[in-house]
Each structure stands twice: as structure tokens, then as C-alpha cells.
């Protein structure tokens, strides 16, 4: 299945609309079908089509393709929401929403037009992973490649695939001596799906694996994987590819974390642990914790905020990043995500066997955040490579 929005939809205005409203209001639907989307291993048709209507996957894509083209603030308190409703629909959102994002900013304007059209909300999703090789022919590249950890191309009209390019048989390199690395964008009728997606959390993300077979894609359908010059769309897009990407990490973990206390505050009240004399919520053990928790959570939020509040605010202003501002926002969400992963531990632990027993919303929500410590956005390079730019030590190339 593939999701696109008709063009009625595509033509409203944009500058009037509450996203944060929109967020709250799909919600509830991607909640109630949390369990399904688990169940199928990739979001249910429902969940997709509520997304799809309420416009999210465009929140990020320029206003000149009839996308949202909001902030980071804004962006950050969506993917929160969604991910608060659901661990594995917050995170194909924020996968859809920035893959598109970057299709239509980075890719030529005529391509980002044929991608959109008067669609508008287009979901792309895929693996930047240059895993891929792109060889060099007239007007573009032949691309082959195996990918994996493709969330949300189950519903994606658009596949993004990484790749190496090669000229003359070997690889096109940069002049800082790494290889030059390139997004490929392809329909999804051009992609092979292997699926094989069978894992411990965020299970309805239909994470699947898939490959790309000696396929042609146009050069204007490709763009630099770490590109921070957009050809569509304002000043907002100066921001590239990697702090673009931490938006979605942070707010997806912001909104787990959220989640697992949720359920833990409510549960506190009638659970009695055996053995206890009272209730959970009249422990206070639990009430240090919970206190701790919730500190834990405010402080990783605020972090998140204040860091991409400053680079919006930089980039908006017609300037580029600053390298330590691009160092504190990748500091801030692989923070944002340890601290909700702490949290939801927290959580867990205190709710006993209520927390092992299945169906549970409060286990899924430590399934899902434990699966997203594992992406390598949040490794703890990004530590070292953000300590490295404080200490005025990084290499010219580091990756932030």
C-alpha cells in the first residue's frame, strides 16, 4: 500500500494550520490501533490514512510543494505527540516526515515537483545508509544496493536509498578524502521488499528490508547525504541532513519516556505489590523515583528544546550553523534518549508482573525506546564527536 493525499487537501493554507492541534487530535486513532499495528508488524491501514489526512507527513516539507514547513519547535512537539500515542507510529512519522522533507528541499526542483505534484503529502521513507552503489551514467546513476531498517515503507510512495558513487569502477571521493555519499529516490515500484522484520521492539514499524536492483535514477532524483544548501524552501533547510534527522530521534524519545510515566502515575494508584501494605503511589521509594523520573525527563526536554531552538533561530536569521550548535543538538537528543530509556527502566521495574504481561502499553513503550537506543543516530560517538568540537579539537569532517 501506498499513501497519498489528494490535491483538494494539498491546497489549503498552510500558514493558518495548528499542527501541534492536528498532532492531538490523530492521537487517539494511532493509539487504539497500536496493538494491530504490532500485531501486522507495520501500521495499519487506519493509522496511515489519519496521518495521511491530517497532513503530518508533510509538516516538514517546503510550503512551495504545499508542505508545512514548520520549525523545529513545532516538529519536535509533533513527533513527541504522536510518539506518546505510539512508540512505532511516532516513529514512522518522524522518519516520513524528514525523508520528505529532504526529497523535496534537496532534490532538483523539477524532480521535488514530479515527486509532490499537486499531492502534496507524499511519505518517503528508507534507509541514508550509503550501503548502496551508484555508478556513474549519462544524466545519473545505475544503482544497486541491500538495505535495511526501511521504517514505513510499507505505506511510502517514495523509497530513499543510500549509495557510494563510482566512476570508471571506483568510488568518487571528496576532497577531504572520504568517499562522496548520495541519496537515491526511487517509486516504490522500483524497490524490492524482503521484509523481515522480527524483533524485540518498535514492531509496527515494518522496518523491512529491501533492495534496489540495477536501477536508473536520474541525478536530479539524488542529493548529497550531507547537504545543507536546499534548492526548495527557505532558510530552515540550512540546517541539513543530520540535525534534521536529530529532530525526529529527540521528539520520539521525548514522547516514549512520556508514555512509559504515563502509565506508570496511573497504575501507581490501584497496584499493590504483594507483600506491600499500600499502594505503589504511597511508596515513598516510588515517590523518589517518580520525582527523579520526572526530573530526568523535564531536563532532557528542555535541553532538546533550548538546542534546536537555537539553531532555528540561526538559521532562520540567514546563517549557517555554528559547528557547536550542530554538536549540542546531536548531544541533546542521544541525551534525550538515554534519559527516556532510564525512565521507562523506572517504569517497568515499578509496575512488576503488570508490566510482563501482554497486551501492555507500558511494556511496549520500554520495547520501543530500548529499540531506539540501538540506532546508531544515538551511539555514543556522537558524545565523543560532540566532545571533540567543545574541546576545539574535531577533525574538518566530523560527522555532526
Given at each position: 500500500m501506498k499513501w497519498v493525499l489528494c490535491g483538494a487537501m494539498a491546497q489549503a493554507a498552510m500558514a493558518s494550520v495548528d499542527w501541534r492541534k492536528r498532532a492531538r487530535?490523530?492521537?487517539?486513532?494511532?493509539?487504539?490501533?497500536?496493538?494491530?499495528?504490532?500485531?501486522?508488524?507495520t501500521l495499519t491501514d487506519r493509522a496511515v490514512e489519519a496521518l495521511g489526512r491530517a497532513g503530518l507527513f508533510g509538516v516538514a516539507v517546503p510550503e512551495a510543494l504545499g508542505g508545512g514547513e514548520q520549525g523545529f519547535g513545532v516538529q519536535l512537539d509533533v513527533f513527541e505527540e504522536l510518539s506518546r500515542a505510539d512508540g512505532s507510529a511516532g516513529w514512522c512519522?518522524?522518519?516520513?516526515?524528514?525523508?520528505?522533507?529532504?526529497?523535496?528541499?534537496?532534490?532538483?526542483?523539477?524532480?521535488?515537483?514530479?515527486?509532490?505534484?499537486d499531492r502534496a503529502w507524499v511519505a518517503?521513507?528508507?534507509?541514508?545508509?550509503?550501503?548502496?552503489?551508484?555508478?556513474?551514467?549519462?544524466?545519473?546513476?545505475?544503482?544497486?544496493?541491500?538495505?535495511?531498517?526501511?521504517?514505513?515503507t510499507a505505506y511510502a510512495?517514495?523509497?530513499?536509498?543510500?549509495?557510494?558513487?563510482?566512476?570508471?569502477?571506483?568510488?568518487?571521493?571528496?576532497?577531504?578524502?572520504?568517499?562522496?555519499?548520495?541519496?537515491?529516490?526511487?517509486?516504490?515500484?522500483?524497490?524490492l521488499f524482503?521484509?523481515?522484520?522480527?524483533?524485540?521492539?518498535?514492531?509496527?514499524?515494518?522496518?523491512?528490508?529491501y533492495g534496489v536492483n540495477d536501477?536508473?535514477?536520474?541525478?536530479?532524483?539524488?542529493?548529497?547525504?550531507?547537504?545543507?544548501?536546499?534548492?526548495?524552501?527557505?532558510?530552515?533547510?540550512?540546517?541539513?541532513?543530520?540535525?534534521?534527522?536529530?529532530?525526529?530521534?529527540?521528539?520520539?524519545?521525548?514522547?516514549?519516556?512520556?508514555?512509559?510515566?504515563?502509565?506508570?502515575?496511573?497504575?501507581?494508584?490501584?497496584?499493590?505489590?504483594?507483600?506491600?501494605?499500600?499502594?505503589?503511589?504511597?511508596?515513598?521509594?516510588?515517590?523518589?523515583?517518580?520525582?527523579?523520573?520526572?526530573?530526568?525527563?523535564?531536563?532532557?526536554?528542555?535541553?532538546v528544546h533550548e538546542a534546536f531552538g537555537a539553531l532555528e533561530e540561526r538559521v532562520l536569521g540567514g546563517d549557517p550553523p555554528t559547528l557547536m550548535q550542530r554538536a549540542l543538538v546531536r548531544t541533546a537528543t542521544t541525551w534525550a534518549t538515554e534519559a527516556a530509556a532510564e525512565v521507562a527502566d523506572f517504569a517497568y521495574r515499578s509496575a512488576g508482573t503488570d508490566s510482563l504481561r501482554l497486551p501492555s502499553d507500558l511494556q511496549r513503550a520500554w520495547r520501543d525506546i530500548h529499540a531506539g537506543t540501538q540506532h546508531i543516530f544515538v551511539d555514543e560517538k556522537s558524545y565523543i564527536d560532540s566532545a571533540q568540537v567543545i574541546l576545539g579539537i574535531a577533525p574538518e569532517n566530523v560527522p555532526l
Open positions: 487530535d490523530v492521537a487517539p486513532v494511532v493509539r487504539e490501533e497500536a496493538l494491530a499495528s504490532e500485531r501486522e508488524g512519522l518522524m522518519v516520513s516526515a524528514t525523508a520528505s522533507a529532504f526529497a523535496a528541499a534537496y532534490c532538483a526542483p523539477d524532480a521535488a515537483r514530479d515527486m509532490f505534484g518517503h521513507a528508507g534507509q541514508f545508509a550509503p550501503r548502496g552503489q551508484g555508478h556513474a551514467i549519462e544524466g545519473g546513476y545505475r544503482v544497486n544496493g541491500d538495505f535495511s531498517f526501511g521504517s514505513g510512495a517514495f523509497i530513499v536509498a543510500g549509495f557510494v558513487p563510482f566512476e570508471a569502477g571506483e568510488p568518487r571521493m571528496r576532497d577531504d578524502g572520504l568517499p562522496e555519499m548520495r541519496v537515491a529516490v526511487l517509486p516504490r515500484e522500483r524497490v524482503r521484509g523481515n522484520w522480527h524483533v524485540a521492539g518498535l514492531q509496527g514499524t515494518g522496518s523491512f528490508d536501477q536508473e535514477v536520474p541525478e536530479g532524483f539524488t542529493f548529497p547525504l550531507f547537504v545543507d544548501t536546499p534548492r526548495t524552501g527557505g532558510s530552515l533547510y540550512r540546517a541539513g541532513v543530520l540535525s534534521a534527522t536529530a529532530v525526529g530521534h529527540a521528539g520520539f524519545a521525548l514522547g516514549v519516556g512520556r508514555r512509559a510515566l504515563d502509565e506508570i502515575e496511573a497504575l501507581a494508584h490501584r497496584k499493590i505489590r504483594m507483600g506491600a501494605p499500600t499502594t505503589v503511589a504511597e511508596s515513598p521509594r516510588f515517590q523518589l523515583g517518580l520525582a527523579r523520573a520526572e526530573a530526568r525527563l523535564r531536563s532532557a526536554r528542555a535541553f
